[in-house]
Nanobody
Framework: QVQLQESGPGLVKPSQTLSLTCTVS??????????WSWIRRPPGKGLEWMGA???????YYSPSLKSRTSISRDTSKNQFTLQLRSVTPEGRAVYYC?????????????WGQGTQVPVSS
């Protein structure tokens, strides 16, 4: 059973870069044919798919966030990382990492517990 765990800062200030890491256990992030995704839920809103890194290392991003988002991985640690630049107050959300069969946040069978990220000066 794959398990995912998000880790990152407790607070981000506007205009700063948010960095979150997802540590995966019970399975390799290079296993065919999964997409390792970042998804967030702002307060009172639905889930928003942010982007993903595929088993191959290819990256995919939501068009609305593409200019400010980077996803990378460290296969030696079985981790993948989200960087969201120039964070605004609208970036306040619970951030999840997930193992998905397809892009756009669908077909995600395994999720981390989520990490709350406040954005405040």
């Amino acid at each position: 059973q794959v398990q995912l765990q998000e880790s990152g800062p407790g607070l981000v200030k506007p205009s700063q870069t948010l960095s979150l890491t997802c540590t995966v256990s019970g399975g390799s992030i290079t296993t065919n044919y999964y997409y390792w995704s970042w998804i967030r839920r702002p307060p009172g809103k639905g889930l928003e798919w942010m982007g993903a890194i595929a088993y191959s290392g290819s990256t995919y991003y939501s068009p609305s966030l593409k200019s400010r988002t980077s996803i990378s991985r460290d296969t030696s640690k079985n981790q993948f990382t989200l960087q969201l630049r120039s964070v605004t107050p609208e970036g306040r959300a619970v951030y999840y990492c997930a193992k998905c069969l397809v892009l756009n946040g669908n077909g995600c069978g395994s999720w981390g517990q989520g990490t709350q990220v406040p954005v405040s000066s």
